[in-house]
């Protein structure tokens, strides 16, 4: 006969695979007596597990919804699909990328070695359709990820933008998604400030152990500090435009979170940059409002060039003996 801890979790298993069990199927399943799983179910709902039962010859147990989430066995199979699900929608767009996360890493740190060779092995089968992207490395996410939950300083190597690496010793503070790449704020214990760290430039090294009191985060808004450290680090081209549409409606379409002075009710003025000023002004005419270039000669040439080509394209499409 199998230990009490075991027998539980067995029912458990057996709870979570099918709706309904008579009392008597999970007697005979766990090799007890059908007062056994009695006492056995009464242990379950103690530990928050919400177990209903039906009396009556036609009565049995059923795993029901509750209050709280309780813990859930999960089978080789099931492990790894979760596994690889969570890794996947870490690095999308979904709006749930930190949380997915969290509960990889959390995931991870009990899976048995053989499931993680499972899991590595479908990531590395695994290809990415050409001109997306290429996917992140989830081990070392997942080891950032854990740092940040356990509030552990984090030593890790990182290449620069220049190609040369330097070991940075840190308090891991929050990770931040944006777009395809994860950024880490951290408290850089070497220079004493905040530093953002592009995770795919990280080389962690092995776990410190030692754990820290969470430092207040900058200006209280982790993603626009994050956002405005990185984005103006990285702009190579500036503009300001008058944008003849609501603040809040300029707001709602851009891509990352910028300042935006209202003007007035319909228009306001947007400080923005771009490695590309053509890329920049293609994606600016999806405002759908007017624009008005108040600094920036790089982003007004480039409206330039796009209407010019706008134009080539329009009058290509007019039909023959239809005047343009």
Known sequence: MMETSARLLELLSLLQLRRDWT?????????????????????????????????GVAGGYRLAAGTAMPPLLLDDEEAVAVAVG??????????????????LAKLEQVLPSRLRRRVEAVREATSVVPGAEPPLDLSVLGVVAAAVRAHERLRFGYTKPGGSEAARHTEPQRLVSWGARWYLLAWDLDRDDWRVFRVDRMMPR?????????????????????????????????????????AAEVAAKLFVPLEIEAVDESSCRVELGSDDPDRLALWMTQLGADIEVIEGDEL??????????????????????HPA
């Open 23 to 55: 009392g008597s199927e999970l007697a005979d399943r766990l090799g007890v007596s059908t007062r056994t799983v009695r006492a056995d179910v009464g242990k379950l709902r103690s530990l928050g597990y919400p177990v209903d039962a039906r009396p």
């Open 300 to 321: 007004a040439e480039a409206f330039d060039r796009l209407a010019d080509r706008f134009r080539r394209a329009a009058g290509s499409a007019v039909a023959p003996g």
């Open 86 to 103: 969570l890794g996947a929608v870490a690095t999308s767009r979904l709006g749930v990328e930190e949380t997915s996360l969290t509960a």
């Open 206 to 246: 092995p776990a410190t152990g030692v754990r820290f009191r969470p430092r207040m985060i900058p200006e209280g808004k982790v993603v626009e500090y994050v956002v405005a450290r990185v984005s103006r680090a990285a702009w190579k081209y500036r503009a300001r435009v008058l944008v003849h549409a609501p």
